[in-house]
């Protein structure tokens, strides 16, 4: 099946400093992908949808300057967390659809840890 | 977009069979219905997906309602692998493309051995 890998699966790094999230579609491209955030014993929030090619498309209350992401080709896309503080710690997972199937099935990666101190 | 609703927890115990509810009451006629779960510190996975006939994969079953307002995620024996949060979405085949997922709150299944 489909697969989508995230990197790194754990970062820790310092308050100030900025932090790169690779996700990649390793069987299929994928035009679109998708950027969530999960806090501890919650649901996952769309944070933004990452368009190959164009400007991501971000949900009300994300900030775009904030959280850049980068969609440079058809099988990978970049979130940077830029400045981070402690209240960014989180998970962060993507996902992307493989476009050979036709019913919509989401593929998610492993998700990537986030810890600022 | 069609919201489905879910409670918030259950719980089963090992070796038995879960059915897990979903209501989606608006479901519109393009709506595939789509299960995926989210083990501890995992991303989600996909579990199994419907429109209008019941379906079984190696995961799980799924049973529709014949008005499709509901639907039910069926785990033939849980195990305790199989505690997680479960996830009853819709996905509109038309829009499928660049149609964005809104996760609710999901289903969290305690199983207990």
């Known amino acids: 099946g489909a697969v989508v890998s995230q990197h790194p699966s754990r970062v820790i790094c310092k308050s100030g400093t900025s932090v790169k999230i690779e996700c990649r579609s390793l069987d299929f491209q994928a035009t679109t992908m998708f950027w969530y955030r999960q806090f501890p014993k919650k649901s996952l929030m769309l944070m933004a949808t990452?368009?190959?090619?164009?400007?991501?498309?971000?949900e009300q209350g994300v900030e775009k300057d904030k959280f850049l992401i980068n969609h440079a080709s058809l099988t990978l896309s970049t979130l940077t967390v830029t400045s981070a503080h402690p209240e960014d710690s989180s998970f962060y997972i993507c996902?992307?659809?493989?476009?050979?199937?036709?019913?919509?099935?989401?593929?998610f990666g492993e998700g990537s840890r986030l810890t600022v101190l | 977009d069609a919201k489905t609703t879910q409670p918030n927890s259950m719980e089963s115990n090992e070796e038995e069979p879960v059915h897990l509810p979903c209501n989606h009451s608006t479901i519109s006629g393009t709506d595939y219905i789509h299960w995926y779960r989210q083990l501890p510190s995992q991303g989600p996975e996909y579990v199994i997906h419907?429109?209008?006939s019941n379906v079984n994969n190696r995961m799980a079953s799924l049973a529709i309602a014949e008005d499709r307002k509901s639907s039910t995620l069926i785990l033939h024996r849980a195990t305790l692998r199989d505690a997680a949060v479960y996830y009853c979405i819709l996905r509109d085949w038309v829009k499928t493309s660049y149609d964005k997922v809104i996760f609710g709150p999901g289903t969290s299944l305690s199983v207990i051995p």
């Open positions: 996902s992307a659809r493989d476009p050979g199937t036709a019913t919509g099935e989401l593929f």
């Open positions: 419907g429109l209008t």
């Open positions: 990452s368009n190959e090619g164009s400007k991501a498309t971000y």
